[in-house]
Nanobody, 126 residues
Framework: QVQLVESGGGLVQAGGSLRLSCAAS????????MGWFRQAPGKEREFVAA????????YYVDSVKGRFTISRDNVKNTVYLQVNSLKPEDTAVYYC???????????????????WGQGTQVTVSS
């Protein structure tokens, strides 16, 4: 079992930045990948970014490439999402997730993840 605790969300103006954190606890040795998803009001949850735990390969949805950066701290069992140049359309609840199996793809599918955080709200005003 893995527990995920998210933090770092908030209200920012367009062009601002935030650093989202997701700390994993429990059986963290079973984590092979972690990712971020987001869900805006009235919309379905969408993939944002993912990182493979060992190799560190990263994956992003096209709309955030060049603005968002996912990273990890293996010792702290924490994944981060640095979000820069925020736009109002980035407003959403951001969820972190952990996968306990190895996938050869990009970890972009929600059904590849076994554990989910509670979500942290990111609101971007203009």
């Amino acid at each position: 079992q893995v527990q995920l605790v998210e933090s770092g969300g908030g209200l920012v103006q367009a062009g601002g930045s935030l650093r989202l954190s997701c700390a994993a606890s429990g059986r963290t040795s079973s984590i092979y990948g972690m990712g971020w998803f987001r869900q805006a009001p009235g919309k379905e949850r969408e993939f944002v970014a993912a990182i493979r735990w060992n190799g560190g390969s990263t994956y992003y949805v096209d709309s955030v490439k060049g603005r968002f950066t996912i990273s990890r701290d293996n010792v702290k069992n924490t994944v981060y999402l640095q979000v820069n140049s925020l736009k109002p359309e980035d407003t959403a609840v951001y969820y972190c997730a952990a996968a306990k199996h190895v996938y050869r793809g990009s970890y972009s599918r929600s059904d590849e993840y076994d554990y989910w955080g509670q979500g942290t709200q990111v609101t971007v005003s203009s």
